[in-house]
């Protein structure tokens, strides 16, 4: 009876357990704002005179052609039956931000001109002195605490791994114009927070204002700070063999994320068409956890041991810090959500379970 009782508790307790729902935290108030003023500026910089009128002559060009493009731009939208003003509203929208966004700066002065104005107003209403102040704050904490960790692992690159994260810094854009070169208007407003390995700096975009508590931003600044010596950045920035390899192979494993490997299949056929040069393919093999923009296809496996990586570094480093509360750290993760077909990240579900909250069994360990 006493050992019925006690499973009984035991069950009761683990069913307890499994239902916590892991909750993600409601959009903070500032960032919904900046989200809908963003929007808002976007309709009415997309109705400027010089956006317009190359948008509208597009239009018209690609409608004469009959372009099949144009058509399934339509249908994806629900367009189809749709009066024309708000057709063409939708795609001054879309030539905004695809065509005079993306291709920043171009030889149209009158647009690079209102993609300045447009993007260093949105800067100032997120990189406000208060925010950047606290998010500084807590870099300086979670860069203390990855230098504490790193030397925690007596590694022989120990020493060259701390040079690199000494040297990291957060990275606001200011002024678009002068902002630091390779600096594009969409890293601004659509990113977060995102590791730059060729100037080892931390972007700092719009959406970077969205996570809700302290602990997580102390936990994705330490993921980035991760990027800076992750499998694959290695190869480019330091000489001897990269250091974690038993840690990658146990990410790789599916007692833990089960980190999937690049999938290659495509990239002979691929340079052999000209789709990606020579060079790229030789530095791809050399490489075979990167993955660029041009290979992997989406829809191709990509590499996830680096993101894998930067998440197994964040978990250690949150466990050094001391005075925080351990359930709040990534519940920005706790949200389902689909992603691309060959994604570089595990899932969320997947992230949080086997690495941030993993338990001692599952954790890897170095
Ligand atoms: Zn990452």
Redesign the pocket.
Known sequence: MKYLLSLLILVFVSVGQTSTKCEAPAVSKAFADARAEVEKRMAVFSGKKSIAEKADALLSKLIAAKSPVIRSWMTTRGLDDKPEDEIVKEWRLYFAKNFALSNYPNDDKAINSEVESLVDGITLLYATPEFRKRTEGLFTRSKEAAVATIKSFKLPAEKSILERIGGIKLYWPQDLKTARAGTVPLEIIDWGI??DPVANQINMGLNSLSYANDESYLAVFA??I??SFDSCRWGAFFTDAWPFEKIGQCLRSSASVGAKKRDDSRMGAMTKSGQISKELSVSMWKNPTCNKSQYPPIGVQADQL??SF??WFAAEVVDRLEGIDRSKVRTDLCETKTLIAGS??PTNEMRLKRIYNASMASKCKI
């Open positions: 995102a590791y993921h980035e991760g990027h680096p993101e930067a998440d570089s990240y």
